[in-house]
């Protein structure tokens, strides 16, 4: 079976870095699969790509290599590193793009990518995604073993987690994305509905750990005067222009307008706290 | 031969949705080849994706299977379905975003994808993509008969035409497109030359029947105070930066700019209605 | 080994231009493999477009096949060509969007895409990407020979190079290019380090042929009355949005911010001029 390569960067698509780092890896790998999971991270947007990454990574087959290339710290003294878990390896620098996927693994194993074999001849101090990350994650394609590409290490860099606490009947949250229909998607999840009524938040991030029930009903926010409620069960349940909550498809908490931007509606911003009101 | 699977969406390209999509493509049939159609249909817009697809899938080989998703209604009644020709299958919601290539062919066999033994074990209200589009069309490619996806149905809900009618000597149509360029590609058409300096207009949309000959010297329209006159047979008969009127590639009239955006000049939007007079 | 086609145009991702192209490549050669470089040179700009190859073309495997497409002269007299190197095929018009690659290489092998058995049935005067060059590409990556596509011709058109001169202690250059993070790319190139104090530019365009030798803390820059000096070796050399000289992944000078635009600080545009002053 073909190895597949999923690449995630910041580098957009007006350039030709992406299709220069694709060149690169057919070079080591002809045989490999490229595809695409974004470009568009916002420039060096490290905690929104690895929030992209956790909501994307699972839907790859097992075997998958993952080049993961937003970096501000090119150049400096930032580890590139590779990362092998049971199913996957993620290419990527140390900078904490990794930190919200790794939470779901118990073990992994972390090389420094160091062996200049697997590197380009001469490594740019402004390009290690063609230099150093492309090519590793190619001979990782081609069947070079993980350990051949550097020295295992044990610490990885870490970004802070999505905001998520809950005080008193509140749930606070932030904005993580925006997303290309101008949806809102919080950090508020992972929501399962339990029956047509009736929701559970498993806080994925924060200080949370127990699973908290909610009734659909009774959850509200309110966004520069704009009072949303409750949850519905998708876009159609509000009338067309109509302003929505609900879980979206990767089981957060979404603000949606039906056929329409929700941003363009409440002028948020990634980052952004958002709070939650829950009835008893 | 591998299997092609051909995408079009509104999508965009900022975030993971079309990558996801891959990704699951991939693990249900490892040897498909994605070709990206366009992913910027804009937002919602059923019609122009209608278009778009009735002007490119004839040049995909026969065999290859269109995954198809702008889908306003996700999550409500609307039935996610399969049609197969005599030489394509597409996948895509059934909202009528079919209707205009399918005028194209005298039979074709419906199904809805309701079996969920080949869908993702849980359906989200608001990413049929991910959980039922994607997957219908990875188990086509991988060899599943389409029968195997859900029953037969009949009817398939249906989109306006773009308009097209003619009154004494005005032609009037309406702009379908507008590309990247600043080209404004109208309703108009299909246009065929016969000689250097007539060409016939063959209805491809309205209640028009009969085929309509035209001397290229004896169009014109007027948009916006700037009229534009004769048919030029390329850009480069007029100056740079010079309006003209054209049959594009796709056989429909077409307002451009010679090395310009002919929108930036005039204007217009996709849905503005368009009159050419004709002489006699 | 599946052939590669690595495709850069200027024709976006809105449209379904690219999308058509690789469904008649694959009706042709369905095993090539599609490789993007980019679709978003500026609309029309062949110079831009032959700058970004120059940088891009070395960094793919022996044998890839090149389909080049920006044609602001398409449907004129200009010639569809092929051009055959040692290690690669460039299929592109003859507006001279290969003058500069070409400039690195001793001796080619030219003919005129004119052989109406390998261009699509009926060939539009506005697309031929889709109707020759296309067709072209796929051809040669199935294995038809360079001289069927049509007879070799001798002379190509030619492009002005970007400008570089040298006049006492002051370089100028243009801007060569802008990239999506906003790094303003000059022509003052190719650049190497000889120790970390002192880098050689080897003149790669302009009348300047022999090598000159630079001290890396003796270069500045005056644009809108910002000062950058000197040269750094990487992007974390300043302090984050601090503007910064550095010599970029492809060895030209390139002016830049640490985690920011630099275009957005100095509102310059591509084909501006750049003076630089070297200190004794």
Redesign the interface.
């Known amino acids: 079976?073909?190895p597949?390569i999923?690449l995630?960067t910041d580098?957009?698509?007006?350039?030709?870095?992406?299709?220069?780092m694709?060149?690169?890896m057919?070079?080591i790998c002809?045989?490999a699969?490229?595809?695409?999971?974004?470009?568009?991270i916002n420039?060096?947007n490290v905690r929104q790509a690895a929030f992209?990454l956790l909501?994307?990574y699972r839907?790859?087959?097992s075997g998958?290599i993952f080049l993961i290339v937003v970096d501000?710290?090119?150049?400096?003294t930032r580890k590139p590193i590779a990362v092998q878990t049971h199913d996957y390896v993620f290419v990527a620098p140390d900078n904490g793009i990794l930190t919200y996927l790794l939470a779901e693994y118990e073990s992994y194993t972390i090389v420094e990518l160091s062996n200049r074999t697997y590197q380009r001849n001469v490594v740019?101090?402004?390009?290690h995604g063609?230099?150093i990350f492309a090519p590793a994650a190619a001979h990782l394609a081609a069947g070079i073993p993980l350990f051949k590409l550097g020295p295992e290490i044990e610490y990885l860099f870490k970004q802070p987690i999505p905001h998520l606490s809950i005080e008193g009947s509140t749930i606070t949250g932030e904005i993580a994305?925006i997303?290309?229909?101008g949806n809102i998607i919080t950090s508020i999840g992972q929501m399962d509905w339990v029956d047509p009524e009736t929701l559970t938040l498993h806080p994925r991030f924060g200080k949370l750990r127990d699973p908290i029930r909610l009734r659909a009903a009774q959850v509200s926010t309110t966004i520069n005067h704009h009072t949303i409620t409750p949850i519905q069960?998708?876009?159609?349940?509000v009338e067309r222009g109509g302003l929505l909550l609900?879980v979206?498809?990767s089981g957060y908490l979404?603000i949606a307008v039906n056929?329409g931007?929700a941003v363009a509606r409440l002028g948020v911003s990634i980052g952004d706290r958002i709070e939650v009101q829950i009835g008893v």
Chains 1, 2, 3 share one sequence.
């Open positions: 079976m073909n597949t999923a995630l580098f957009g698509l007006d350039d030709t870095y992406v299709g220069v694709k060149g690169v057919q070079g002809p045989e699969h490229f595809v695409d999971i974004t470009h568009k420039p060096q992209a909501n994307s839907y790859f087959q998958t501000p710290g090119v150049g400096s740019s101090n402004t390009f063609r230099d994305h997303d290309h229909f069960v998708a876009y159609s349940e609900l979206g498809s979404e056929q931007s």
